[in-house]
């Protein structure tokens, strides 16, 4: 690329000015929290619902504590929302935040956001600006991002900076992550970062910088570490129900060894929402592309395990209850992919409960958070606005979210709503002594009777 113009750290230390396009979860988040920092952010969305919500400060979704973040900054002036990508024209450091779906005919990602979003801010870009991306793309998006800026506004420089949230974490993860890594190509980009991450530096945040490729499969291998991890102790759960184990023994035992850990070894209905099950595959679809294909087989298992989880739940349901479901109402307890969260995107429960529907159950679903979502997805459901509601006159209760409220449940008070006390655990999170002293007939994927 061209010389582009020295960057005065004089001027971050003065607060620089800094845009989030894309204003969804990983954008209006990011947007709240560097706001809070003292930067002056403007977050840019093609949504104009989107935008005006934002510049209420009202969320689109929910994340614990970020509403309160969102209004606050607003109110303080230093956040606000447009459609207008001209305001960009005086802004030092660009965050690109949209999304990468799946694609909708292969199990490649689908980059047309990102791409929309440099064109978009091209004309923009003033000298000494900086673009930096944090959407999970795959490897060699940025490098070919950075030809295309050259192009466009060779003036501006590019660097990529992948995010690591946590569903239900967001706040803490962006403000306390527990790294940092950045991509980039020469020192000055690095040392504009720094000044941006000052504040979390100091927290003693380790920083890692890397090149743009090992920045873009930092996220990518992370994603599929865990999503590993979680259909490895589903896959030991078949082998427990098979050998008459217990895989909650099991997984705690080789937990306590320091190489494995127990983080991600909780058996159940496997994993879901908007990033480890699009991100595995479209890996899997790069990798085939640059010929590593084989390195990334093993992903294809599972995957294959990740969705035979929700299978074995409805074989099960069918095992309690009858191949024939017609007469029987089922209580479905979640509809989230995880708990602290109104995100339904490939949810595994409300999967299962779209396909216990579609075998003809009537099928109830309450959820804490994610009730409107879920039926914007799957409107032909049924849906409680209370645990009470739904339950009442089941058959059976599937418990597929891990709310607190769920665990906290009294299956004492719970058996004088329910035609039958049967109950099964998708994610092995409730006391199942305690429930079966209460007189339930309890089920728990990966542990025998």
Same mark, same amino acid.
């Given at each position: 690329?061209?010389?582009?113009?020295?960057?005065?750290?004089?001027?971050?230390?003065?607060?620089?000015?800094?845009?989030?396009?894309?204003?969804?979860?990983?954008?209006?988040?990011?947007?709240?929290?560097?706001?809070?920092?003292?930067?002056?952010?403007?977050?840019?969305?093609?949504?104009?619902?989107?935008?005006?919500?934002?510049?209420?400060?009202?969320?689109?979704?929910?994340?614990?504590?970020?509403?309160?973040?969102?209004?606050?900054?607003?109110?303080?002036?230093?956040?606000?929302?447009?459609?207008?990508?001209?305001?960009?024209?005086?802004?030092?450091?660009?965050?690109?935040?949209?999304?990468?779906?799946?694609?909708?005919?292969?199990?490649?990602?689908?980059?047309?956001?990102?791409?929309?979003?440099?064109?978009?801010?091209?004309?923009?870009?003033?000298?000494?600006?900086?673009?930096?991306?944090?959407?999970?793309?795959?490897?060699?998006?940025?490098?070919?991002?950075?030809?295309?800026?050259?192009?466009? @506004?060779?003036?501006?420089?590019?660097?990529?900076?992948? *995010? &690591? +949230? /946590? %569903?239900?974490? =967001? #706040?803490?993860?962006?403000? !306390?992550?527990?790294?940092?890594?950045?991509?980039?190509?020469?020192?000055?980009?690095?040392?504009?970062?720094?000044?941006?991450?000052?504040?979390?530096?100091?927290?003693?945040?380790?920083?890692?910088?890397?090149?743009?490729?090992?920045?873009?499969?930092?996220?990518?291998?992370?994603?599929?570490?865990?999503?590993?991890?979680?259909?490895?102790?589903?896959?030991?759960?078949?082998?427990?129900?098979?050998?008459?184990?217990?895989?909650?023994?099991?997984?705690?035992?080789?937990?306590?060894?320091?190489?494995?850990?127990?983080?991600?070894?909780?058996?159940?209905?496997?994993?879901?929402?908007?990033?480890?099950?699009?991100?595995?595959?479209?890996?899997?679809?790069? @990798?085939?592309?640059?010929?590593?294909?084989?390195?990334? *087989? &093993? +992903? /294809? %298992?599972?995957? =294959? #395990?990740?969705?035979?989880? !929700?299978?074995?739940?409805?074989?099960?349901?069918?095992?309690?209850?009858s191949d024939d479901l017609t007469q029987y109402k089922i209580a479905v307890l979640g509809a989230t992919f995880k708990p602290d969260s109104d995100d339904v995107r490939d949810s595994p429960?409300?999967?299962?409960?779209?396909?216990?529907?579609?075998?003809?159950?009537?099928?109830?679903?309450h959820d804490p958070k994610g009730i409107e979502p879920a039926r914007k997805r799957f409107p032909d459901l049924t849906f409680a606005e209370s645990v009470n509601e739904c339950v009442k006159?089941?058959?059976?209760?599937?418990?597929?979210?891990?709310?607190?409220?769920?665990?906290?449940?009294?299956?004492?008070?719970?058996?004088?709503?329910?035609?039958?006390?049967?109950?099964?655990?998708?994610?092995?999170?409730?006391?199942?002594?305690?429930?079966?002293? =209460?007189?339930?007939?309890?089920?728990?994927?990966?542990?025998?009777?």
């Amino acid at each position: 690329m061209k010389t582009r113009v020295e960057y005065s750290s004089k001027l971050m230390s003065m607060k620089a000015t800094l845009s989030v396009i894309g204003c969804g979860y990983l954008g209006a988040t990011h947007a709240a929290c560097m706001s809070s920092l003292g930067f002056s952010v403007i977050g840019v969305d093609t949504d104009p619902t989107k935008v005006a919500m934002l510049s209420r400060g009202e969320l689109p979704f929910y994340e614990p504590g970020l509403d309160t973040l969102l209004a606050q900054e607003v109110a303080s002036g230093r956040l606000t929302f447009t459609t207008d990508f001209a305001s960009l024209a005086d802004i030092d450091i660009h965050f690109i935040c949209v999304g990468t779906p799946q694609s909708k005919d292969s199990l490649a990602a689908d980059l047309t956001y990102v791409k929309s979003a440099v064109e978009a801010i091209a004309p923009y870009l003033k000298d000494g600006a900086l673009v930096v991306g944090k959407s999970t793309v795959p490897v060699g998006t940025a490098q070919s991002l950075r030809e295309r800026l050259e192009q466009l @506004a060779p003036q501006a420089d590019l660097a990529w900076n992948p *995010e &690591f +949230l /946590r %569903e239900g974490f =967001a #706040i803490e993860d962006t403000l !306390r992550p527990n790294r940092l890594v950045v991509g980039v190509t020469n020192d000055r980009t690095e040392e504009i970062l720094k000044d941006v991450y000052e504040p979390i530096l100091a927290l003693g945040t380790p920083w890692i910088r890397a090149d743009l490729p090992t920045a873009e499969l930092v996220k990518v291998a992370a994603n599929s570490f865990l999503a590993t991890k979680i259909s490895f102790i589903n896959a030991m759960a078949e082998v427990c129900e098979a050998a008459g184990g217990d895989v909650t023994v099991l997984a705690k035992a080789i937990g306590y060894d320091p190489r494995i850990g127990s983080r991600f070894l909780q058996a159940g209905i496997g994993f879901g929402g908007g990033c480890l099950p699009k991100d595995i595959r479209a890996f899997m679809a790069r @990798a085939q592309e640059l010929g590593a294909e084989q390195a990334l *087989e &093993f +992903l /294809r %298992e599972i995957d =294959a #395990i990740n969705l035979r989880a !929700r299978q074995r739940v409805i074989d099960v349901v069918r095992g309690d209850l009858s191949d024939d479901l017609t007469q029987y109402k089922i209580a479905v307890l979640g509809a989230t992919f995880k708990p602290d969260s109104d995100d339904v995107r490939d949810s595994p429960a409300l999967d299962i409960s779209a396909q216990l529907h579609a075998a003809g159950a009537h099928v109830v679903v309450h959820d804490p958070k994610g009730i409107e979502p879920a039926r914007k997805r799957f409107p032909d459901l049924t849906f409680a606005e209370s645990v009470n509601e739904c339950v009442k006159d089941a058959d059976l209760i599937l418990h597929l979210t891990e709310w607190k409220e769920y665990r906290a449940l009294d299956p004492v008070l719970i058996a004088g709503l329910v035609k039958s006390k049967l109950i099964i655990d998708g994610r092995n999170a409730l006391d199942r002594e305690l429930w079966r002293s =209460a007189g339930w007939k309890f089920h728990a994927l990966g542990r025998s009777d």
